[in-house]
């Protein structure tokens, strides 16, 4: 009889909202709402997360054994139908749907993905569910349930988290500990945006006061190494009897908030410095929460998640100033996570299956067919076969690039499936992706990616970081080579890179270390400041074409923007450069290479949607013409797939004589260089004569194509009749 599988939705409605979908206990599709909305941060409604994981999967809600869902500060008034809008569900849904609480929801994401058999898993965010909500307080709760329950009107909030899990025994709560929402005290100049004594919100409220939103609050991670020691020296968190609170009367210190970026930029030492305090009262809060939660709860084991958990340099603090052997940090620590947690908790606590072993991958998102390309937009293909090493060969000469691997990676992190790629030796290029692809402030630092067997050559701690999750040292003798990846502090936020959880990205960085001797990349997500990183084939050639990256890698193929050139592409022959000009300019590559093989014409190859040219062996200008008209009359798939031998059919011969003779008449080139004599089967002359004397062999196919018209419908468009073309290229598939 047929497995019919399982199938788990989990979904999360709070802020940062996004869908997750198990298949027999393992995700087949997770996905952002960001990504597909354009919004930063969007969450709320959960319509287009849902129908984005059921249509990756190819199945319908009918096919959907149960839905898990949580959001931040509702439960049983959630609609089946309705959450801010129209839902995918129906109401007579025959789907069970359970709402969970929030740190429940973390927890799971950390748990279901960390491998571990135990662990104990703790959960630090901004704020969780309210207290009255929670699903999992049969555990000791600080402060007392009495005390919150005789205090309702101080809103009880989640702000701290321990659990300890077995195989066995499943997820138990260890200690919960909640916070009043900040209604309950107002401060002069600034509130706490979510609960008073959260670590997570004091981190949003300084972000708040020096850039003047919560879009980002990672940039003060940043910032942070910039701020002077003992400047502002104010004790931000009173840590007792292992618990953290906010002391409150360092917020009056808080009077400069951002008003403008030019005020930032002009007391940019005064927003430093309190982004260093602010850091390293936060790193000295956690370090203190884990080694009393270590010494009471111990454990070799350790999964980590909540917003809090996106502190690359905290998280790094906390490895090495622990006794922790190993620490999972669950990659999408935020609030993004939770629908994978509300699908684990699916699988694991309400259907009692066992978690399967999870790879390490994070690419859970759809992959996109290139025609979606061929049909939008009109690219210069560069090459599509060893587009690895091409790739790895254009960063060694210091080009910019593009990366568009497979479906996306979910999380906040670009790990090589939507990335901005560059060589991290070459001056400069940290500063000038930051002003003019980025667009974001000059001070935030790039990342490098790293295959994980070179990490200790380069940095001082040898440890795993596939998700750039943890700052690592960078070994002095590198970092004025490797300035580019390298922050103020000396520490790098590291991704190491294996071949089984990313094959290509991990090819990638072989190839380019076997250039260059470094197998380092500087990586960042493929966006600008304040867009969501890009999902789609169309948004990634958008933004592409908007700023200046140099080639575009999208799944197996290397584009670059129309007429721009390869490599040096001068020609001694004036005839042969004009030629080349043009074909570069109407959009199809053209490379300068000596050919080895045996071509239909001598010294030209057609190859990757484009013309190799070998000087030496060219010996007919024209030739490349004729060829580079049999490439503009295919439609854009068949163009990359042909090699060599264009020519099919008497109807492909045709319609290219006319093209490379209006070609020709536009070049002012004299006719018997592209009809030369040793060409065309001896009727090269006859040829010459048939168009010199308006011939239009070949234009009815140019008419159907939509590139050129002859004189009727000319006259009826009231555009100039052939020899003139409407267009060069054909696009119609």
């Known amino acids: 009889m047929e497995h019919k599988p399982i199938y788990i939705l989990g979904t999360n409605l709070s802020h940062d909202g996004s869908s997750c979908l198990l298949k027999d206990g393992e995700i087949v599709a997770a996905i952002e709402k960001e990504r597909i909305t354009r919004v930063k941060h969007d969450g709320g409604n959960d319509f287009s997360t849902v129908k984005y994981c059921l249509e990756k999967e190819g199945i319908t809600i009918e096919d959907i054994s149960l839905i898990v869902q949580n959001a931040n500060f509702e439960k049983d008034e959630i609609e089946i139908d309705r959450y801010k809008g129209d839902r995918f569900f129906k109401k007579d849904i025959k789907v069970p749907i359970v709402t969970i609480s929030h740190h429940l929801a973390h ?29 999992d307080v ?29 195989s066995n025994n499943g997820l138990k709560p260890q200690i919960k500990e909640f916070s009043e929402f900040s209604h309950t005290r107002r401060e002069e100049n600034f509130s706490m945006p979510t609960t008073i004594h959260s ?24 910032l942070a190494p910039y701020g002077r020691v003992n400047q502002f020296n104010e004790k931000i968190f009173e840590l007792k009897e292992g618990r953290v609170f906010n002391d409150f009367s360092w917020q009056r210190f808080l009077d400069k908030p951002f008003s403008s970026y030019d005020n930032f930029k002009n007391d940019f030492q005064h927003y ?37 958990g996106l502190n690359a340099v905290a998280n790094a603090k906390i490895l ?37 072993k999870h790879d390490g991958s994070s690419n859970f998102g759809k992959k996109y067919i290139k025609q979606d390309i061929y049909e939008d937009v009109r690219l210069q293909i560069v090459q599509v076969q060893n587009y690895i090493e091409k790739t790895a060969e254009l960063l060694s000469q210091g080009k910019i690039i593009a990366w568009f691997d497979n479906g996306s990676e979910f999380g906040p992190r670009a790990l090589g499936y939507r990335s901005i790629l560059a060589d991290p030796t070459k001056k400069g290029v940290k500063d000038f992706i930051n002003k003019e692809i980025k667009k974001r402030e000059d001070f935030r630092p790039f990342a490098p990616a790293i295959i994980k067997e070179e990490v200790s050559k380069y940095f001082k701690n040898d440890m795993e970081s596939p998700y750039m999750i943890l700052v690592n040292p960078m070994r002095e003798e590198y970092q004025e080579l490797l300035s580019n990846v390298v922050h103020k502090d000396g520490t790098s936020r590291v991704q190491t890179v294996e071949s089984h959880t990313n094959p290509n990205f991990y090819s990638l960085l072989k190839s380019f270390g076997e250039k260059n001797s470094m197998p380092i990349l500087l990586n960042t997500s493929f966006n600008k400041k304040g ?88 010996l007919y200008p024209g030739d490349l013409l004729h060829e580079a008209g049999h490439l503009a009359t295919l439609t854009p798939q068949k163009r990359v797939e042909v090699y060599n031998d264009v020519s099919k059919n008497a109807g492909d011969e045709l319609v290219t004589l006319a093209w490379s003779y209006a070609a020709a008449k536009y070049l002012n080139l004299e006719l018997n260089i592209l009809f030369h004599d040793n060409g065309y089967k001896g009727d090269s002359s006859w040829l010459v004569e048939h168009y010199r004397n308006g011939g239009e062999m070949g234009l009815p196919l140019l008419e159907w194509m939509g590139l050129s018209y002859g004189y009727k419908r000319a006259e009826k468009e009231k555009v100039q009749s052939f020899p003139a073309m409407q267009k060069w290229l054909r696009d119609v598939i």
């Not at 005789?150 to 899990?165: A, G, L, R, V």
């Not at 670590?199 to 940043?222: A, E, H, P, R, T």
């Not at 000295?284 to 980590?304: D, I, Q």
Request: charged letters at 25%; aromatic letters at 12%; one cysteine or more.
């Open 107 to 135: 927890a799971y994401s950390a748990l279901g993905s960390s491998n571990f058999e135990s662990c104990n898993v703790v959960v630090i965010d901004g704020c969780g569910s309210p207290f009255a909500q929670c699903d």
């Open 138 to 166: 049969e555990c000791e709760t600080l402060p007392t349930k009495e005390h919150i329950l005789h205090t309702p009107e101080n809103f009880w909030c989640e702000k701290m988290s321990i659990y300890k899990y077995d």
């Open 199 to 222: 670590i997570g919100g004091v981190y949003q409220l300084v972000s708040n006061y020096c850039f003047g939103n919560m879009d980002d609050v990672g940039k003060l991670m940043g």
């Open 272 to 308: 430093a410095d309190i982004a260093y305090c602010v850091q390293d009262e936060t790193e000295k809060a956690l370090v203190y929460t884990f080694k009393y939660l270590e010494k009471k709860f111990p454990n070799e084991n350790w999964a980590y998640a909540g917003g809090v």
């Open 320 to 356: 090495s100033k622990t006794d922790i052997k190993n620490l999972y940090i669950q990659p999408a620590a935020g609030d993004n996570g939770i629908a994978l947690g509300c699908a684990f908790y699916g699988w694991r606590k309400i259907l009692k299956q066992p978690f399967k």
């Open 531 to 618: 867009m969501p990183i890009v999902e789609t084939l169309k948004e990634a050639v958008a933004f592409f074409k908007e700023v200046p990256i140099d080639y575009l890698v999208l799944d197996g193929a290397i584009f670059s923007k129309i007429g721009m050139k390869m490599n040096d592409l001068n020609f001694n022959d004036k005839v042969t450069q004009k030629i080349v000009d043009f074909i570069l300019q109407i959009g199809l590559p053209v490379f300068k290479e000596t050919i080895k093989e045996e071509t239909f014409l001598p010294g030209v190859l057609v190859r990757n949607g484009g013309l190799a040219i070998d000087e030496e062996r060219l």
